[in-house]
Each structure stands twice: as C-alpha cells, then as structure tokens.
C-alpha cells in the first residue's frame, strides 16, 4: 500500500470530526435506502431489469448513441465529442469565449462529478471564467478549495460549525449554526449567480436513445435553474449514460433515488428536448450537448465493463464498511492525488479510467464483504470487479496479453500458495489443521496481534484465528452426531448461515423522504388520495374544489399571505376566466419571469399517483421558471389527469414533444449539510396543488 494512502487513512481515522459526520451518513442513509426499498413489492427483480437494461445498452452502445444523438441534433441542440478531458475543456471553454468574447463571464454548474474528472473548474478559472457551483454542498467544497467527498453529497465530511464558520469567513455573515440559517444564506447568495450567469452547464442523470432526451434529477432545483435561465445551456455528459427508452427511464427513477437519498423520487426531474423555441417565453436560446468518451470506449474492451452501468447513486459508498469509517478524501493515488470517485465504484473507475499504477491500490481497501453489491440498485458485481484490479485485469482483453496482478510479491507468492491448496481438499485440510495448531501453540494471542506490524493487514480489525479442525471434519462430524436425531441437512445448514438481511427492512424513515404513506382513512383507493397523501408526505397541499371555487381558493390563498402580484401561465394553459377573476380581486398578473414575485400559478399536464408527482410541460405561455423562481407554487390539476404511475404519463404525446417538462414532487430541499432535512433551497418552499373535480 503506498505511503501516501496509508498517511491518509490514518488521518482520517484520527479526525473525530470526520468520524461523527461519516457515522451520521452512513446510518441514516442506509437505512433511508432500506425503508425506501421496502415500497416497492419487486425490488429484487427490478434491479435484475436494471442491470438487463444498463448490460444492453453497454453491449450496443454503438447503436444507442447514433439513436440518441440522431434525436438530439433534430431537435436543435448542438452536439459535441469529446474524446478526452482536454477535448471536452476546449469545447466549453469555445463555447464560452464565442458567446461572451469581451468582459467577464460567469458559469452556474449544477452538480456533475465528470466535471471533476476533466478537471472543469480549474480550467475554467485559467481561461478568466467564473465557474459558480450552486448545488449546495458542492458550492461548500468550492468555498473550501477542495474536492467533494462523495459522489452526491459532496460535504458529507463536514459538520454544522464547520459550514457555519465558512460562510462567516468567505461571505461575510455572521456566524451560525442554524442549518436553515445558512441554507438561506446561500440561497440569495447564488440567486445572483443564476441570474447573472451568460452559461449554465450541467450533467445528465441519462439520455434516452428513443426520444433524445436529456434528463437532469435534482432535489433543489439549482439543476433547472442553470438549465433555464442562463441563455446558453451546456450539458456534459458521459457516453454511457444512455437508457433506451422512457419505459426503461422510468425503472432507473425508481430505483436511483430510492437507493441515493432513500426517497421514491427526486424533487425535480428535467426532461429536455430543446432549446427555446418561438413563442416561448423562458429556455436557454442555445443548448450544447457534450459527449465525453475519456477511457469510456476502453474500458468496454476490459474485464471491468460492467462498471459502466453504474448509474452513480453513491449507494456502494454509504454501505461500504472502509468507506464508512474513511470518508472520501481517503482515497488517493501515489502522489497523494484525489480519486475523484472514491468508494467501491471509485476503486474501480479510478484504477480503469486513470491508471492502475496510480489508483490500482484503492480496490485492497475493501472487505469483499459485498455490501456494495447489495446496495447497488443495478445489481452491479462490485467484489468482482475489486478483485479483477487487484489482479491487475484492468486492460482491454487480448490472448497474447497476460494480465500483471496489482499487488506485492509477498501477496502474489501466498495467493499462488492459496490456489494450491484450494485445489487440493486434502491439502487444504492439513494447512488449515497446522495453521490453527499454530496460534493455538505458539502464543495464542501475541501471534496474531504482531502480524499488522509485519503485513499492515488488520491493523484496525480483529483477524480471525484459523479453525483447528477444517469445516468438512466438523460438518462431518457433526451429520454423524445428528443421525440419530432426525435432524435435517437444511436445518444444519440454516444454523450455520447468518440471519438474511431482509430482516432489517423496518427502518425510521430517511429526512429526504416523508413520513411513510398510505391511503387515505376512508379508505378510498382512488388515484387522487394516493396521489395527495403522496405529495402531503413530501410537504405540499392538495385542495380538492369545484372549478367554480378556483379562483376563491387561490385569491383567499394569495390574501393570506399578502401577495398582490403573481407570476402565470397565460390563460390557454388554466381553466376559462380564472386570472380574469384574480385581476377583478386586485391582484397583478405577469407571464415574463420575474424574480422578484413570491407566487407562481401553472397548470399541470398530469399528475402522478404514486409518487405525488406534477408534470408540467414547458411551452408558449406557459414559462417553466412559473414553477420555479417564486418562494410558493400554486399549480391547477384536473381530477381526470392522475395517473396511476410514471410509465403511463411517458407515453403521453406532450411529453415527448414538448422542449422541456418538468416533474415537480413537493417543495425543494437538501439535506446536504450533516444529512438535515432544509426545505426551499433554490426551488419554491411550498407547493399547494388545486384539483379541479
Ligand atoms: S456502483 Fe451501483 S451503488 Fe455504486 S454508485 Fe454505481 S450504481 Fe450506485
């Protein structure tokens, strides 16, 4: 193991601050993971589908991608590829210098870690460019001159006064350590930089091949922003990301936040097909798509493929034990580099995107407990993958070539020594017998304890002492012994195994998710309670009226909170005579985005029942930012339009063809900073839904 990494665990180890942001990680995300599986009956089997889906498209990426990018240029966005980092840095840096050649350009990012790996920000700022993160934990590590930690909540390292006395120092506030305090602070201080900003740039979550569109998942809503109010918009994208179909997109929604964040859906998900187009009155009048390749097409040829189908939910780290007890920093290369990906999946992409010699020690920093495994919602062979680089098979795969393992003479001489013996039973047998004799003779403890000092392995666990008698003598035995007693193979068996893990389903719910949903009292199994317990759970209103009673209700709402100018669709897109009567009852009616309104009136495609989900589509009159700038969202949902899931509404035609759509499931929110729930971060804090019966 390097020096470098050694130095770096061990830090990490004796951080306490570290320690007790990583434990609240872990715990609350994975059992968030766990209760969030548990609403869905076939989990098992529909990660078996994901994992069929993500194998199809790695199989024939070829054919998905001149689909998808067939559709994409149709629609009018501009495609790039990027075979390298280099390429996919000169290709933004292009775009940028060309649409504001003089003064000084601002870039709002969403979060997207493959901006990390072509090492985006630093390019940026060497060229006179101000790249802006806006996700809020990402904007923290920006703050703070470092890298994010994890792959979706890139301060997990930190605590509340650490943030606290960060934002004291670099913006000037005084410091707290109220959680929304600061979520606030910064709130107003990036608004500025999504309105001033000349380019938004983003990743993509997935294209999908059938329909060319770009779908961007995010919980506060800093992902729309910059994919809508800057004029330009460049989305970076991996060549893998690809699902084939809406059907398949749909699958992929369910499981990827479910296993990130433990909620059934993630706030705000973007679907982009456009830039602007005639008559609309919001979008970026330009979109770019840039296809970064960067060692993706490499590593299809090597034994490590299967790490494309990672769809990054992060799910792999909170449930590795190293993982748990290291943090993110930890894993670094050699020359005490950052892995950009760290974790199970980072020891992997790190060793086959940027070298074994550099990162190929990462894949030992594993248990092989294979709870990476379990936790992937693509069902993803992580231990397999662990053990292919440190066997050194990280290189496309040819007969002449044998593959180096990546591991110490020392390793290599025991493991060859391991083969034979576990290929020889009764070989194995008498090694087993004298290594368990051993410790038992040759001070029993004092052995075990000096081996770390001599191999550094287990130095912060117990390594188990060798049984003296092999498991074949003692099941041998012990069937002899049970002959008598009528007792089963399968009963001994079940005694040996360990409880299944299915018994810890029962979990506290996680702070992203709500408090656990069903139908209403009554009992009446309609669409329209599933969908309002749904979207109550997550924190917004449902109020059921007669279209007589709309307008009453919204004008009754907007007193209440003393709001005399409102934001709205234009009247085709709301029900007949609606804003006349707001206007009659003395409040202002714009269609132009305007940030400084508290209120936004849209109305709603459809809705969707099990996730209490809205979908709203972009259009002429009907401004998408409507949804998005002001602190509350009113929107008007037809009785007749919930439908009962995701899948039905993507075969609606408007859906498809529409330049954006938005799903909205409840107010924003993060939980980025020690994993407290914060509603209305970048997006509306609430969000009341008016169904017209
Ligand atoms: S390997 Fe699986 S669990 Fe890990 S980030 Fe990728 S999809 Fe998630």
Same mark, same amino acid.
């Given at each position: 193991?390097?020096?470098?990494?050694?130095?770096?665990?061990?830090?990490?180890?004796?951080?306490?601050?570290?320690?007790?942001?990583?434990?609240?990680?872990?715990?609350?995300?994975?059992?968030?993971?766990?209760?969030?599986?548990?609403?869905?009956?076939?989990?098992?089997?529909?990660?078996?589908?994901?994992?069929?889906?993500?194998?199809?498209?790695?199989?024939?990426?070829?054919?998905?991608?001149?689909?998808?990018?067939?559709?994409?240029?149709?629609?009018?966005?501009?495609?790039?590829?990027?075979?390298?980092?280099?390429?996919?840095?000169?290709?933004?840096?292009?775009?940028?210098?060309?649409?504001?050649?003089?003064?000084?350009?601002?870039?709002?990012?969403?979060?997207?870690?493959?901006?990390?790996?072509?090492?985006?920000?630093?390019?940026?700022?060497?060229?006179?460019?101000?790249?802006?993160?806006?996700?809020?934990?990402?904007?923290?590590?920006?703050?703070?001159?470092?890298?994010?930690?994890?792959?979706?909540?890139?301060?997990?390292?930190?605590?509340?006064?650490?943030?606290?006395?960060?934002?004291?120092?670099?913006?000037?506030?005084?410091?707290?350590?109220?959680?929304?305090?600061?979520?606030?602070?910064?709130?107003?201080?990036?608004?500025?930089?999504?309105?001033?900003?000349?380019?938004?740039?983003?990743?993509?979550?997935?294209?999908?091949?059938?329909?060319?569109?770009?779908?961007?998942?995010?919980?506060?809503?800093?992902?729309?922003?910059?994919?809508?109010?800057?004029?330009?918009?460049?989305?970076?994208?991996?060549?893998?990301?690809?699902?084939?179909?809406?059907?398949?997109?749909?699958?992929?929604?369910?499981?990827?936040?479910?296993?990130?964040?433990?909620?059934?859906?993630?706030?705000?998900?973007?679907?982009?097909?456009?830039?602007?187009?005639?008559?609309?009155?919001?979008?970026?009048?330009?979109?770019?798509?840039?296809?970064?390749?960067?060692?993706?097409?490499?590593?299809?040829?090597?034994?490590?493929?299967?790490?494309?189908?990672?769809?990054?939910?992060?799910?792999?780290?909170?449930?590795?034990?190293?993982?748990?007890?290291?943090?993110?920093?930890?894993?670094?290369?050699?020359?005490?580099?950052?892995?950009?990906?760290?974790?199970?999946?980072?020891?992997?992409?790190?060793?086959?995107?940027?070298?074994?010699?550099?990162?190929?020690?990462?894949?030992?920093?594993?248990?092989?407990?294979?709870?990476?495994?379990?936790?992937?919602?693509?069902?993803?062979?992580?231990?397999?993958?662990?053990?292919?680089?440190?066997?050194?098979?990280?290189?496309?795969?040819?007969?002449?070539?044998?593959?180096?393992?990546?591991?110490?003479?020392?390793?290599?001489?025991?493991?060859?020594?391991?083969?034979?013996?576990?290929?020889?039973?009764?070989?194995?047998?008498?090694?087993?017998?004298?290594?368990?004799?051993?410790?038992?003779?040759?001070?029993?403890?004092?052995?075990?304890?000096?081996?770390?000092?001599?191999?550094?392995?287990?130095?912060?666990?117990?390594?188990?002492?060798?049984?003296?008698?092999?498991?074949?003598?003692?099941?041998?035995?012990?069937?002899?012994?049970?002959?008598?007693?009528?007792?089963?193979?399968?009963?001994?068996?079940?005694?040996?195994?360990?409880?299944?893990?299915?018994?810890?389903?029962?979990?506290?719910?996680?702070?992203?998710?709500?408090?656990?949903?069903?139908?209403?009292?009554?009992?009446?199994?309609?669409?329209?309670?599933?969908?309002?317990?749904?979207?109550?759970?997550?924190?917004?209103?449902?109020?059921?009226?007669?279209?007589?009673?709309?307008?009453?209700?919204?004008?009754?709402?907007?007193?209440?909170?003393?709001?005399?100018?409102?934001?709205?669709?234009?009247?085709?897109?709301?029900?007949?005579?609606?804003?006349?009567?707001?206007? %009659?009852?003395?409040? &202002? +009616?714009?269609?132009?985005?305007? *940030? #400084?309104?508290? $209120?936004? !009136?849209?109305?709603? @495609?459809?809705?969707?029942?099990?996730?209490?989900?809205?979908?709203?589509?972009?259009?002429?009159?009907?401004?998408?930012?409507?949804?998005?700038?002001?602190?509350?969202?009113?929107?008007?949902?037809?009785?007749?339009?919930?439908?009962?899931?995701?899948?039905?509404?993507?075969?609606?035609?408007?859906? %498809?063809?529409?330049? &954006? +759509?938005?799903?909205?499931?409840? *107010? #924003?929110?993060? $939980?980025? !900073?020690?994993?407290? @729930?914060?509603?209305?971060?970048?997006?509306?804090?609430?969000?009341?839904?008016?169904?017209?019966?």
């Amino acid at each position: 193991m390097p020096n470098s990494f050694h130095k770096a665990i061990k830090s990490a180890l004796a951080d306490e601050n570290l320690q007790a942001a990583l434990d609240g990680n872990a715990e609350r995300r994975t059992q968030g993971r766990l209760t969030a599986f548990a609403s869905l009956p076939d989990a098992q089997a529909m990660r078996q589908r994901a994992h069929a889906v993500r194998a199809e498209v790695i199989e024939h990426l070829d054919r998905y991608l001149e689909q998808f990018l067939t559709q994409v240029q149709a629609h009018g966005i501009v495609v790039h590829q990027a075979a390298d980092a280099a390429q996919a840095v000169k290709i933004i840096l292009d775009i940028a210098h060309s649409r504001a050649p003089a003064g000084p350009i601002t870039l709002a990012k969403s979060k997207t870690m493959l901006s990390e790996e072509i090492h985006l920000n630093h390019a940026l700022e060497q060229a006179g460019i101000r790249p802006v993160e806006t996700d809020l934990g990402e904007y923290i590590v920006q703050l703070r001159g470092e890298p994010p930690s994890h792959i979706i909540t890139p301060a997990v390292h930190l605590r509340r006064q650490q943030v606290g006395q960060l934002f004291h120092e670099k913006l000037g506030v005084p410091y707290t350590e109220e959680i929304s305090e600061m979520t606030n602070t910064a709130r107003r201080t990036l608004r500025q930089a999504f309105l001033g900003a000349q380019i938004g740039l983003s990743g993509v979550n997935f294209g999908v091949a059938e329909t060319g569109t770009l779908v961007l998942m995010t919980n506060e809503g800093n992902g729309r922003m910059v994919t809508t109010l800057p004029p330009v918009h460049i989305a970076l994208m991996g060549m893998e990301r690809l699902v084939p179909s809406l059907d398949d997109l749909a699958l992929m929604m369910a499981l990827l936040p479910r296993a990130g964040t433990g909620q059934k859906i993630t706030v705000y998900v973007s679907l982009i097909h456009s830039p602007r187009r005639p008559g609309e009155s919001d979008g970026p009048r330009e979109r770019h798509l840039v296809l970064v390749d960067n060692g993706r097409s490499a590593i299809r040829q090597t034994p490590l493929s299967e790490v494309l189908y990672c769809i990054r939910c992060g799910a792999c780290l909170n449930a590795c034990p190293v993982f748990r007890e290291i943090g993110g920093h930890a894993y670094v290369g050699k020359q005490g580099e950052y892995s950009i990906y760290p974790g199970p999946v980072g020891a992997v992409l790190s060793a086959a995107l940027f070298g074994a010699s550099e990162f190929g020690h990462l894949a030992r920093a594993s248990s092989l407990c294979g709870a990476c495994k379990e936790a992937c919602p693509v069902d993803i062979d992580l231990p397999k993958l662990l053990l292919r680089v440190r066997a050194g098979e990280v290189s496309p795969v040819t007969p002449a070539k044998k593959a180096v393992p990546n591991a110490p003479r020392t390793l290599k001489l025991g493991i060859r020594a391991f083969s034979l013996a576990a290929t020889h039973p009764r070989l194995f047998g008498i090694a087993q017998r004298l290594a368990g004799l051993g410790g038992k003779l040759a001070a029993p403890r004092s052995m075990w304890m000096r081996l770390p000092a001599l191999t550094g392995w287990g130095a912060n666990k117990d390594i188990p002492r060798p049984a003296v008698r092999p498991f074949h003598a003692r099941w041998k035995a012990r069937r002899k012994a049970d002959a008598g007693g009528g007792r089963s193979q399968a009963a001994f068996i079940r005694k040996m195994l360990p409880p299944s893990p299915e018994r810890s389903l029962a979990a506290p719910p996680s702070p992203l998710m709500g408090e656990g949903v069903g139908l209403r009292p009554d009992g009446e199994n309609t669409g329209l309670a599933r969908f309002s317990a749904e979207l109550e759970a997550l924190g917004g209103s449902v109020t059921l009226c007669l279209e007589s009673e709309l307008a009453g209700r919204i004008l009754d709402l907007l007193m209440r909170r003393g709001i005399q100018s409102v934001m709205a669709w234009d009247a085709r897109g709301l029900p007949r005579g609606l804003l006349e009567v707001l206007r %009659r009852g003395g409040i &202002s +009616v714009q269609h132009e985005p305007d *940030p #400084s309104l508290r $209120a936004g !009136i849209t109305g709603a @495609l459809a809705g969707v029942a099990e996730t209490g989900t809205l979908v709203i589509p972009g259009g002429a009159g009907r401004p998408l930012t409507a949804s998005l700038l002001p602190e509350i969202h009113l929107a008007v949902l037809r009785k007749g339009d919930i439908y009962e899931n995701l899948s039905q509404v993507f075969s609606l035609r408007e859906v %498809r063809e529409a330049s &954006s +759509v938005v799903l909205v499931s409840g *107010p #924003s929110r993060t $939980a980025d !900073i020690e994993m407290t @729930l914060t509603i209305g971060v970048h997006g509306p804090g609430e969000v009341h839904v008016f169904c017209v019966g």
